[in-house]
């Protein structure tokens, strides 16, 4: 069973730093893209990066370029999201996610809040 347990989120002032884990279960780590989305209020979800590890290849949305960092530990199973700069537009609640097979699974989010 594939499992995705987020944590890290909190709040922030503006031009802060907070970084996400996730920890990851029930798959093959390093095969498959894990990284994350946030949805905003009254915004639809959207990707903010991802990577995967047999190929260290990384993807980031262009709002986020140059702030934030990706990264992964095989051996623990987790991938982090570091988040330098922060601006109040990256409030959000943050899903990780795995594409296992062409299907998406979640965590159950974590709320990140930036403060101006």
């Known amino acids: 069973e594939v499992q995705l347990v987020e944590s890290g989120g909190g709040t922030a002032q503006a031009g802060g730093s907070l970084r996400l884990s996730c920890l990851a279960s029930?798959?093959?780590?390093?095969?498959?893209?894990i990284g994350w989305f946030r949805q905003a209020p009254g915004k639809e979800r959207e990707e903010v990066s991802h990577?995967?590890?047999?190929?260290?290849?990384?993807y980031y949305a262009d709002s986020v370029k140059g702030r934030f960092t990706i990264s992964s530990d095989n051996a623990k199973k987790t991938v982090y999201l570091q988040m330098n700069s922060l601006k109040p537009e990256d409030t959000a609640i943050y899903y990780c996610n795995a594409r296992v097979y062409y299907v998406d699974y979640w965590g159950k989010g974590t709320l990140v809040t930036v403060s101006s």
């Open positions: 990577i995967r590890s047999s190929t260290n290849s990384t």
């Open positions: 029930g798959f093959a780590f390093d095969d498959f893209d």
